[in-house]
């Protein structure tokens, strides 16, 4: 337990320093989520059209967190240097744990199919956020750069 909450802590202590955006690299990590996630999906035995749906419903509301997160991003030019910066935001941050917690107690639930729909729903919700968000950066570089 005490190794999650160092991951955990690392992660966050990542989230909240500055980074230099870089275009290239931006689509990386949701393409490496969609993978993941659909590679979950896939392997689940039980797909019926009532987890289609949740799944559909989780990715929208991911993506609504999505943009709200990425509008909460502190972008910003440096003029010496053109470097474009960004930094999460505290409300960012505590978003993007409370969807891990609820993942967390979902899966701690049961094992019955319900619960193991959601868990695979509820993998949409960080993929709609983490998509969005970075297009939202993208969007954002693109008007400060020209």
């Not at 320093?17 to 996630?37: A, Q």
């Not at 943009?67 to 930094?87: A, D």
């Amino acid at each position: 337990m005490s190794s999650y909450l160092v991951v955990l802590l690392i992660i966050i202590l990542l989230m909240l320093r500055e980074k230099k955006v870089r275009p290239t690299r931006i689509w990386i990590m949701p393409i490496l989520l969609i993978w993941i996630t659909f590679t979950s999906i896939l392997s689940s035995d039980n797909l019926t059209p009532k987890s289609f749906i949740l799944y559909f419903i989780c990715l929208i509301i991911g993506i609504g967190i999505g943009i709200w997160r990425g509008k909460l991003e502190k972008i910003r030019v440096n003029h010496e240097s053109g470097i474009v910066t960004t930094q999460s935001s505290v409300a960012g941050v505590i978003l993007f744990l409370g969807i891990l917690i609820l993942r967390v107690l979902a899966v701690k639930w049961g094992k019955e199919h319900a619960v193991i729909s959601l868990t695979n729903a509820l993998m949409f919700i960080p993929l709609g956020s983490v998509c969005a968000r970075r297009f939202i950066i993208y969007m954002r570089y693109k008007q400060l750069t020209g």
